[in-house]
């Protein structure tokens, strides 16, 4: 199963990782992500600000992409 976690770098020195997550943020729920060309799997290739909720852009079993949204914390 491949999955998503975070990790926050220095805005002036992107060599330093300031943050990770110790647990992952996303992974395959849904059939489509779960079946495929590689199954089990979910590669988030971007992410968007839109008002108060993140978008992630994300491909599931290198066959489908899609797009799942989460509350942005002030």
């Known amino acids: 199963m491949y999955r998503t976690g975070v990790a926050v770098f220095d805005r002036n020195d992107p060599r ?4 990770r997550s110790d ?8 059939d489509w992500e779960k079946s ?9 290739e971007g992410m968007v600000r839109q008002g108060k909720r993140y978008l992630f852009y994300y ?3 290198d066959k489908y992409v899609g797009v799942a949204e989460a509350p942005a914390i002030e």
């Open 59 to 61: 491909g599931g079993a």
């Open 36 to 44: 495929g060309q590689v199954p089990n799997v979910v590669f988030v």
């Open 16 to 19: 330093k990782l300031i943050s």
């Open 23 to 30: 647990t992952p943020i996303f992974e395959p729920e849904r």
